[in-house]
C-alpha cells in the first residue's frame, strides 16, 4: 500500500496568512494526487485533483503543486470558511485508494 | 447537479451484516464509477471500494474478505454490504462518485452524500 503522510498534523493561522501543507507519498505516485477540504459535520469536498487542477468551483486562493513523493496545498491568504480539516489522497497505485492522515487548520 | 444520499439502519450488532444504499439523483447513475468511504469518529478517511455502472468493482484488500458491492441501475442505486462487523466497523459511511474530467476517469471523489454513521454495538 502507498502511505500519505501529512505535515504538520494541525496548524494554527490567522484570517489573511498565506498556509502551506505538505503530503508526502511513502513511493513515487506522479502527479496521482488530490486534495479535500472537510468541516465538521460535513462531507469531505474535493479541492483539487491531479495535483495542480482546482475543481470546478473552488475559490482561487487555493493552489496544489508537486509530482513524485512530494506534494503542497497552499491557500493564498486565508479566509474565515478555510478553517477545516484536509487531507490528501493518492490515486496512482490502487486498490487500495488511500488517504492522508488529514491536517487540521485551526484559528490563530 | 447529482446529489448522493446514505440509507440503512444506523444500529448494527456485532458479527451481523451491515447493509446500506445510496441513491443518486440529478443525474445518471451509468458511465461512472461510484464509490463507498468510511470515517471513525474523530479519524480519518479510509477507501472502502468502488463499483462501474456494469458491475465491475475494486475494493480495499484489508476489507475485501468481507465486502460485497452491488449497483442497480433501474433504481439509481449502489449499495454496500459488510459482513461479520465489530466495534472497529463504527464510522460514518459515505458514498461518493469517482470524478470524470474531459471523458477520462481520474480516481478522486468529486460529489459526496452526507454520510451515515453506522454504530456496532450489541
Known amino acids: 500500500d502507498i502511505q500519505m503522510t501529512q505535515s504538520p498534523s494541525s496548524v494554527s493561522a490567522s484570517v489573511g496568512d498565506r498556509v502551506t501543507i505538505t503530503c508526502r507519498a511513502s513511493?513515487?505516485?506522479?502527479?496521482?494526487l488530490a486534495w479535500y477540504q472537510q468541516k465538521p459535520g460535513k462531507a469531505p469536498k474535493l479541492l483539487i485533483y491531479?495535483?495542480?487542477s482546482l475543481q470546478s468551483g473552488v475559490p482561487s486562493r487555493f493552489s496544489g503543486s508537486g509530482s513524485g513523493t512530494d506534494f503542497t496545498l497552499t491557500i493564498s491568504s486565508l479566509q474565515p470558511e478555510d478553517f477545516a480539516t484536509y487531507y490528501c489522497?493518492?490515486?496512482?497505485?490502487?486498490?487500495?485508494?488511500?488517504f492522508g492522515q488529514g491536517t487540521r487548520l485551526e484559528i490563530k | 447537479q447529482v446529489q448522493l444520499q446514505e440509507s440503512g439502519p444506523g444500529l448494527v450488532k456485532p458479527s451481523e451484516t451491515l447493509s446500506l444504499t445510496c441513491t443518486v439523483s440529478?443525474?445518471?447513475?451509468?458511465?461512472?464509477?461510484w464509490s463507498w468511504i468510511r470515517q471513525p469518529p474523530g479519524k480519518g478517511l479510509e477507501w472502502i471500494g468502488y463499483i462501474f455502472y456494469s458491475g465491475s468493482t475494486n475494493y480495499n484488500p484489508s476489507l475485501q474478505s468481507r465486502v460485497t458491492i452491488s449497483v442497480d441501475t433501474s433504481k439509481k442505486q449502489f449499495s454496500l454490504k459488510l459482513r461479520s462487523v465489530t466495534a472497529a466497523d463504527t464510522a460514518i459511511y459515505y458514498c461518493a462518485r469517482v470524478l470524470r474530467a474531459s471523458g477520462v476517469t481520474l480516481f478522486y471523489f468529486d460529489c459526496w452524500g452526507q454520510g451515515t454513521l453506522v454504530t456496532v454495538s450489541s
Open positions: 489522497q493518492q490515486a496512482n497505485s490502487f486498490p487500495p485508494i488511500t
Open positions: 440529478g443525474g445518471s447513475i451509468s458511465s461512472d464509477y
Open positions: 513511493q513515487g505516485i506522479s502527479n496521482w
Open positions: 491531479a495535483a495542480s
